[in-house]
């Protein structure tokens, strides 16, 4: 079965510093990656996701994502924070089923941006 | 397009009694996934219906269900409500192709 680890629990940057959120995944195949932020009282939104090729994910709101196959790691990165990207952030793996694929979350990454 | 609506967004509930959650789809989508969100748990999967079979299940017990109507809205009931099922339980919808999910806000449960 498919898992994600998202080591962080809480990160604190300034505003205008650069942002990793680190991300692994464990997946016997070719894993669906996605990073969703979640804000206080909404649902997700998808950032941005990987199914296959260039391994360097360009996304929304200036985020972006490499995805190392010999890490097992699918990194979300950021140059300059914004106050307003202070949320959940939530990496997830999704594994292919009837057409589909089902999603499995990490437990979230909480980004506290500072002025 | 109208975003993915759910209703209602907030519901107070007793042990033992059951509850109905709606869904609206984005236009034209028509898969529709639910998850449920806690503080303990995370974020987990309980299934997935398209064209209105259900197509995915996650590790839920029988008293979570669900259904998918032919214009796509979907429905999700559980029964005999346990304190542990306050959640917030978020809907999904997509293309059904393999496509990005568009979530909705959520309705917030509380079981007291």
């Known amino acids: 079965a498919q898992s994600v680890t998202q080591p962080d629990i809480h990160i604190t940057v300034s505003e205008g510093a650069s942002l990793e959120l680190r991300c692994n995944y464990s997946y016997g195949a070719t894993p669906y990656l996605f990073w969703y932020v979640q804000s206080p009282g909404q649902g997700l939104q998808l950032l941005l996701k990987?199914?296959?090729?260039?391994?360097l994910v360009q996304g929304i709101k200036g985020f972006e994502a490499e995805f190392k196959r010999s890490q097992s790691s699918f990194n979300l990165r950021k140059p300059s924070v914004h106050w307003s990207d202070a949320a959940e952030y939530f990496c997830a793996v999704g594994a292919a089923s009837g057409g589909s694929y089902i999603p499995t979350f990490g437990r979230g990454t909480s980004l506290i941006v500072h002025p | 397009k109208a975003g993915v609506t759910q209703t209602p967004r907030y519901l107070i509930k007793t042990r033992g009694q059951q509850v109905t959650l709606s869904c609206s789809p984005i236009?034209?989508?028509?898969?529709v996934s639910w998850y449920q969100q806690t503080p303990g748990q995370g974020l987990q999967f309980l299934f997935e219906?398209?064209?209105?079979?259900?197509?995915n299940k996650g590790n839920f017990p029988g008293r979570f269900s669900g259904r998918q109507f032919s214009n796509s809205r979907s429905e999700m009931n559980v029964s005999t409500l346990e304190l542990g099922d306050s959640a917030l339980y978020l809907c999904?919808?997509?293309?059904?192709?393999?496509?990005?999910?568009?979530f909705g806000p959520g309705t917030r449960l509380t079981v007291t």
């Open positions: 990987y199914f296959s090729g260039d391994t």
């Open positions: 236009s034209g989508h028509r898969s």
């Open positions: 219906y398209f064209s209105e079979t259900q197509r």
């Open positions: 999904a919808s997509s293309s059904g192709l393999g496509d990005e999910q568009y």
